[in-house]
């Protein structure tokens, strides 16, 4: 049996958490540039991002993205991939701006749900308006589905030619208000998800490790790790970097008989020639 590859995405920063959670949580766009090439050098292959200001509040600034995305590209072959999640108070136009900085990928959310307990909305025209953009740049989509019926909502519209087919779905559990991080939970998402789709799992909080390590064995192509999802090593531990969060997957990974996937696998698992 060949060696089944796993891509791993760092998630350098994200929008919720702050110092006061991790105070080696990356703010400028340096220094979330610094963070993702740091994870690469551990495995990383994809950067999801997000931006903040000095302050460390999450912005909606084109410029920060691309500050961000060109420091990167100086320092790792990584592919990046912009949130259009942004965080839950910001407006469809202000979660779009990231692609505006020409990334590799584009996330997308395809419903809605109680985000932590604030309402986090994308309606069928922010859907409709965002495909339309990532085919306008002619980038490829990663749907950021948080319960079973926002996989369903995904596979749907692949069905009905809103969104390409083979877009990659990210299956993410443990967002309170989403499926939990849950081995039930996981394997439903997981069933749901269209048969000619890859895909990969995001696991917020505690349970993280084993979600990643259940998601692997379920047959997950990708697994993401990094401070937006986790701001801790283990139990007590804070993680001193993004790339330590890195390393322990990749551990992981390859005790349980992975290969971890390069850049050319990313390219090929989003569908990028
Ligand atoms: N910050 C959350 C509201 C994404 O990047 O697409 C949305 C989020 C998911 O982080
Ligand atoms: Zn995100």
Redesign the pocket.
């Known amino acids: 049996m060949a060696t089944a590859r796993v891509v791993i995405t760092v ?1 350098p920063t ?3 958490v702050t110092r006061a959670n991790n105070p080696n949580i990356p703010y400028s766009p340096e220094e979330i540039a610094e963070e993702a090439i740091g994870a690469s050098r551990e495995g990383a292959a994809v950067a ?1 991002l ?1 931006v903040r200001k000095d302050d460390g509040t ?1 912005a909606a600034d084109a410029e920060l993205f691309q500050r961000t995305i060109a420091a990167i590209r100086t320092g790792s072959e990584m592919l990046t991939m912009v ?6 108070w910001m407006t469809m136009e202000e979660r779009m701006t990231g692609i505006e900085a020409d990334p590799d990928v584009i ?1 997308i ?1 395809v419903e809605s749900l109680n ?1 932590d307990g604030d309402p ?1 909305i994308t309606s069928n025209e922010d859907i409709r308006k965002l495909a339309a953009e990532a085919d306008r740049w002619g980038k490829p989509l990663e749907i ?1 589905a948080f319960d079973v019926g926002h996989v369903a909502t995904g596979v749907r519209l692949i069905d009905e030619g809103v969104l390409p087919r083979g877009t990659a779905f990210n299956l ?1 559990v443990g967002v309170p208000g989403g499926m939990p991080a849950d081995f039930r939970g996981l394997q439903l998402m997981a069933d749901f998800v269209h048969d000619r789709s890859p895909w990969g799992v995001t696991a917020i909080g505690r349970n993280q490790t084993r979600m990643l390590a259940q998601a692997m064995m379920l047959g997950a192509q990708c697994i993401r790790v990094g401070f ?1 999802d986790n701001v801790y090593l283990k139990r007590g531990v804070l993680a001193e970097s993004n790339a330590a969060l890195v390393r322990q997957a990749t551990d992981v990974a390859e005790k349980l008989g992975f290969e971890i996937g390069n850049v050319d696998d990313a390219r090929a698992y989003f569908g990028l020639s």
Do not use: I, R, W
Not at 83 to 88: E, Q, R
């Open positions: 998630a994200g929008a919720e999801h997000h999450p949130s259009t999640g942004g965080a839950v996330g959310e985000f986090f950021e993410v937006e």
